[in-house]
């Protein structure tokens, strides 16, 4: 592409030797029509071609001089503007450079010199513009003896004339050839020529402005790079700024189109012109608005970090440059209040041109593809819409509100309604947007870098919610990807990927609930949760569905908690979601995120707590997804060992990197602030913590200490827990860890023994407790004796930690077979073991979580087609008092639990709980006292035989006058042979299990007791 070189411009300038000319006129005038006489003939011929532009002569020269100078003016403005009035057409307003066709015109003989005739240079001109000429005269040295030097009016606008000494007989005239000046235009580079004269200056015109502003070629016999004049237009347009000579200051003379066709200038009319007053400074050079070619290569090949200073409105001299990359498009139009100029198709989707106006306006763009036209806001005339602060939070990795940072925030900036983009890319060559706003073509919409942060930012004017988008990444070798972001806050239904721009506008209604929540820690509260399958739970329902269902249920079983999974969006619907894909996205399937706070909302309402599933240890390896986001491992850690997961075929997260730490900490407190969510299960601690987990030697490299530890895992969820504490009273964590990890629950500014501080979990899994007590209650009541120590171990350990008592998901699934089916012998067995065993988990110190469909002993496992089998409670169903049993005693556990301190005040203090039997396994008894914070027990016996024991003798404390029964899992009510305490049970003076008093019970078969004093 030829660039554009700068025009003429019209800087006026007094002439100083009118008055000088006005005395000489008379004296000269002979010389002047003699002049005239001979350029008439070449009339006709001359008002076909362009005008040549004369000279000025200075007034430094003497008066004789300045006479000449006057009737030379007089005679060349006569002939410049009768030739430039044939030439002249009004057209409407399109502000854009366009490229001159070259038109060759007749050379134009100089008007003949006795001394040597000068042949002007034959010349190209279009119709459409002014031809400015310049005769290169031979340097010329005359030694004959003259009475005077014979001059003409054809003589060119560029001749460097030498003082005329005259004498009386000898005259020398010296004539220095022109010399072309080359300057570089500041956009475009292009050389101007410039004729250098020592006491003359070019007269040039100024016509109404053009429409177009044309670009010249090389003229081919001066082998110089020529201005062309702009046209103004028609009236009430703004004029187009005539392009300035570089080395020039020309003398401007006003002259409408209409005034040249009905008169021309005489030489004494031109002596009358009023001299305009010189200019305080030359005339700036004016700037071609042709994208460059360099910026004009990275913005198609994707890989531009600045678009916004290449394209959208800029101020240059001369004007205001606009320029514009619609691919595609047919044309491009500015407009604004009082102007409407069509910018020049470059090519390629390049569109530019070149208004005279003093500041950059408001406008608009009128894009015209085939068969529509789209009216809007230009998205690169508009300032970063992500502050400093943002960004410097997001470089420090402390950006705690990252996703009001990143991702797509639909908002109003500089008064205009859009939304911004933003991701983090920093080994990205470029970034485009593209979604359903532009065919998900993203060539028109490249994103700009912010500094060294490795963000990436467009404000897209007129994009609102709904729209769906992806970022086209270059990456650093060149290739492109096609990612979802990973900042998004609502996603397409699964399997489709892409992201979509969200605001919520739901109206929170669990003031109650959050004012009173915090009130006491978790471990000091009762706590009971309910774990659901969201998509399996009731098949087909949807959240707002499940808000009418599921805060029922859960509230008339008698949980405090529910914990949801899978929430965030994944790719596989039948998994629990931890392979997560939208970290901040809740699950498409089953509606919208403000469906899902309704869903949460409904629950609060109803009393009940929500906790969610939260996976911060891998992510899948999708590749629309955060594996190797930007062309290079990101997310993931660089090395191959410590990214690959060995178990799931995942990839671990790098948390020694400061930005990724800050996309997870920022992701914990976004579940907690922007859902309500009152505490994270975090999934896969064990996993996070340690370097060699599921690793053979050799395929782990020690920490810095040479130990196993990761410390960066370490660092960020000491982060993490800290973070949220602190930004949402009233939340919890819980860790699922499966090790012996210290200090999993310790706050993290205490040290433990092994130098490390808490990791600042408010409870942990007890998956000792989980495993332990499951292999006892699996084998038949025959063999548990030798098994007994499973059933107590716990406690050897239970106060190390803040734990919950899960019989989770990954228990009753995959061919672990239902709690209910775990247990040995027949049908009755099975429930009645099943009853008892949640008697002593429910007694035992920690917190409890149940699976969904273990509350009413369903036999089959969880199948994420069906869900639970509701129609083992359908009172059509034979079975149906078997399974309602079971439930109504989870129900009746958790009324009892609530309402009996003693059985979770002090789940975490050693004081809380004594041993009134441990060791009885020939028998397969447990006993064991709860106290509350005033010290009021609960006696809890479990019986695991399928024997009934009479006057069964237990120690107890003396200061009891007498105990009931509060629970019985025999009871006839849940299935069971009904074997009871009926009657209030008084205490002994027999000292017995090292204690003052005893009582004596009937222990029914395969069954768990609660006492409460009377």
């Not at 366009?98 to 060759?104: L, S």
């Not at 198709?345 to 208004?355: A, Q, W």
Request: positive net charge; charged residues 25%; proline residues 8%.
């Amino acid at each position: 592409m030829t660039p554009r070189p700068p025009s003429s411009g019209s800087d006026p300038k007094k002439t100083a030797a009118e008055p000088a000319a006005k005395k000489a006129a008379k004296s000269v005038k002979k010389a002047v029509e003699k002049a005239e006489k001979a350029v008439a003939p070449k009339k006709a011929a001359a008002e076909k071609t362009t005008a040549k532009k004369t000279t000025a002569q200075k007034a430094a020269a003497t008066k004789e001089t300045a006479a000449k100078q006057a009737a030379t003016k007089q005679a060349a403005a006569k002939k410049t503007v009768t030739k430039k009035a044939a030439a002249k057409k009004a057209v409407p307003v399109k502000a854009a450079p366009v490229k001159a066709a070259p038109v060759k015109a007749a050379p134009v003989k100089a008007a003949p010199v006795k001394a040597a005739p000068v042949k002007a240079a034959a010349k190209k001109t279009t119709p459409a513009a002014k031809k400015t000429t310049t005769t290169k005269a031979a340097a010329t040295k005359s030694t004959a003896k003259t009475a005077a030097t014979k001059t003409t009016a054809a003589k060119t606008a560029a001749t460097k004339t030498a003082a005329t000494k005259t004498t009386a007989k000898k005259t020398t005239a010296k004539t220095v050839a022109t010399k072309a000046a080359a300057k570089k235009s500041a956009v475009a580079v292009k050389k101007t020529a410039a004729t250098k004269t020592a006491a003359t200056k070019t007269a040039v015109k100024q016509t109404p402005a053009a429409a177009k502003t044309v670009t010249p070629k090389k003229t081919p016999a001066a082998a110089k790079k020529t201005p062309v004049a702009a046209k103004k237009a028609p009236a009430k347009k703004p004029a187009v700024a005539a392009k300035k000579a570089p080395a020039k200051k020309a003398t401007a003379q006003k002259v409408t189109a209409k005034e040249v066709a009905a008169k021309e200038l005489t030489p004494e009319s031109f002596a009358e012109q009023t001299p305009v007053p010189p200019p305080e400074a030359p005339a700036p050079v004016v700037v071609s608005p042709v994208v460059d070619a360099d910026d004009r290569e990275r913005l198609i090949a994707g890989t531009h970090h600045n678009p916004h200073g290449v394209l959208g409105a800029h101020p240059v001299p001369g004007g205001v440059a606009f320029r514009a990359f619609r691919p595609y498009a047919l044309s491009v139009t500015v407009v604004t209040d009082d102007l409407r100029a069509e910018l020049y198709n470059d090519g390629d989707g390049f569109f530019s041109g070149l208004l005279p106006l003093p500041e950059v306006p408001a406008y608009r763009l009128l894009v015209a593809y085939e068969g529509s036209v789209q009216d809007t806001e230009d998205a690169y005339a508009f300032l970063p819409a992500l502050g400093d602060l943002d960004l410097h939070l997001i470089g420090e990795g402390r950006h705690e509100e990252l996703w009001r940072a990143l991702g797509a925030e639909p908002m109003t900036h500089q008064g205009v309604s859009g939304t911004r983009f933003t991701v983090w890319a920093p080994n990205a060559r470029g970034v485009r947007v593209a979604g359903t706003f532009n065919f998900w073509d993203g060539s028109a919409f490249p994103m700009r870098s912010l500094g060294g942060t490795g963000v990436w930012e467009l404000f897209v004017p007129g994009i609102g919610e709904g729209e769906l988008y992806k970022f086209e990444i270059t990456r650093p070798d060149g290739s492109k990807t096609v990612r979802a972001d990973p900042l998004a806050r609502r996603t397409e239904v699964p399997p489709a990927t892409s992201s979509i721009v969200h605001a919520s506008h739901y109206e929170w209604g669990d003031e109650e609930w959050l004012s009173r929540r915090g009130a006491a820690p978790a471990h000091e509260s009762p706590m009971s949760v309910y774990e659901i399958h969201l998509p399996s739970w009731r098949p087909g329902l949807t959240y707002r569905q499940l808000a009418q269902e599921l805060p029922a249920y859960v509230k008339e079983m008698g949980f405090t908690h529910v914990e949801l999974m899978p929430v965030a969006e994944h790719p596989f619907g039948g998994s629990w979601g931890y392979q997560v894909t939208g970290f901040y996205a809740p699950t498409a399937r089953l509606g919208t995120p403000d469906d899902f706070k309704f869903l949460v909302d409904a629950l609060h309402q109803a009393g009940i707590g929500v906790l969610m599933d939260w996976v911060p240890a891998h992510f899948p390896r999708d590749d629309w997804a955060l594996a190797e986001f930007d062309g290079r491992p990101l997310y993931e850690h660089e090395d191959p060992l410590r990214s690959a997961h060995p178990d799931w075929g995942t990839l671990e997260f790098d948390y020694g990197r400061r930005e990724v730490r800050n996309f997870l900490v920022a992701n914990a407190v976004y579940w907690c602030e922007e859902f309500h969510i009152d505490g994270l299960r975090v999934d896969a601690v064990a996993s996070m913590l340690y370097l060699d987990y599921s690793r053979e030697p050799g395929q782990w490299v020690p920490n810095e200490h040479g130990g196993r530890e990761n410390l960066d895992a370490v660092a960020f969820l000491q982060e993490m827990n800290a973070t949220v504490y602190r930004r949402v009273p009233g939340v919890v964590t819980v860790a699922e860890e499966s090790t012996a990890w210290d200090g999993v629950t310790r706050a993290t500014h205490h040290m433990g023994p092994g130098g490390f501080g808490g990791l600042g979990f408010g409870l942990k899994w007890n998956m000792g407790w989980m495993h332990d007590s499951l292999d006892y209650m699996s084998h038949e009541p025959v063999h548990r004796k030798y098994h007994h120590g499973e059933m107590t171990f716990s406690m050897v350990y239970a106060y190390s930690e803040n734990y919950v008592l899960p019989i989770s998901h990954d228990e009753v699934v995959h061919g672990k077979g239902s709690l209910v089916s775990k247990m040995p012998g027949d049908w009755w067995q099975q429930r009645a073991n099943h009853r008892a065993y949640l008697g002593f988990m429910w007694a035992h110190p920690g917190k409890q979580l149940l699976f969904m469909g273990q509350e009413f002993a369903q036999g089959a496992e969880w199948s994420e087609v069906r869900g639970p089998d509701w129609w083992l409670l359908d009172p059509e169903y034979g079975a149906e008092a078997d399974h309602r049993g079971v439930r109504d005693l989870v129900r009746d556990l958790n009324t009892v639990y609530r309402h009996t301190p003693s059985l979770w005040q002090r789940d975490i203090d050693p004081s809380g709980f004594q041993w009134v039997v441990g060791d009885a396994a020939e028998d397969n008894v447990f006993a064991f006292l709860r106290y509350d914070a005033d010290g009021a027990p609960l006696l809890a016996v479990s019986h695991f035989s399928p024997v009934v024991r009479h006057d069964y003798r237990l120690g107890v404390p003396d200061d009891v006058p007498a105990w009931y029964e509060a629970l019985n899992t025999d009871a006839a009510r849940y299935g069971g042979s009904d074997v009871t305490n009926p009657d209030a049970v008084k205490p002994e003076a027999t000292a017995w299990h090292g204690r003052p008093a005893s009582i004596r019970l009937t222990l029914p078969p395969l069954a768990t007791i609660w006492l409460r004093p009377a």
